[in-house]
C-alpha cells in the first residue's frame, strides 16, 4: 500500500515556474514507477510525465516536453514535477500515482489527492 500527497501547486502567471512534490508513504516506494497527471474542468485526465523506479528513465507527453521535468528521491520518498514557462492552458489539477510496472501507463495502481495548478494570462 503506497499513500500519496501532493503539494506545491498555486496561482501563476504564465512563463512562471513551479515544483510539485509529491511525499509517499510506504517503505516500497522505490520499486513503484511514477507519473504525474493533470485534469483540466470537462477534459480527459492526461499523462504527462513518468519515471522508473531507479529514476534512469522517464518519458513525457508532447504537451510538456521541454519544459516540464520529472525526478524522484526515494531515500526521501518523494517524486518531484519540476514545471517551467508555464501557459494558461497547463491550468489544471495535477495528480502524482504510483503502479507496480513499467511507467507509461494510465492504469496507475495508487493516486494522490490532486494539487490545483491556474496559470493566469
Known amino acids: 500500500q503506497v499513500q500519496l500527497v501532493e503539494s506545491g501547486g498555486g496561482l501563476v502567471q504564465a512563463g512562471g515556474s513551479l515544483r510539485l512534490s509529491c511525499a509517499a508513504s510506504g517503505r516500497t516506494f522505490g520499486s513503484y514507477s511514477m507519473g504525474w497527471f493533470r485534469q483540466a474542468p470537462g477534459k480527459e485526465r492526461e499523462l504527462l510525465a513518468a519515471?522508473?523506479?531507479?529514476?534512469?528513465?522517464?518519458n513525457y507527453a508532447d504537451s510538456v516536453k521541454g519544459r516540464f521535468t520529472i525526478s524522484r528521491d526515494n531515500a526521501k520518498n518523494t517524486v518531484y514535477l519540476q514545471m517551467n514557462s508555464l501557459k494558461p492552458e497547463d491550468t489544471a489539477v495535477y495528480y502524482c500515482?504510483?503502479?507496480?510496472?513499467?511507467?507509461?501507463?494510465?492504469?496507475?495502481?495508487?493516486w494522490g489527492q490532486g494539487t490545483q495548478v491556474t496559470v493566469s494570462s
Open positions: 500515482a504510483a503502479r507496480a510496472g513499467r511507467p507509461w501507463a494510465m492504469n496507475y495502481d495508487y
Open positions: 519515471i522508473t523506479w531507479s529514476g534512469s528513465s522517464t
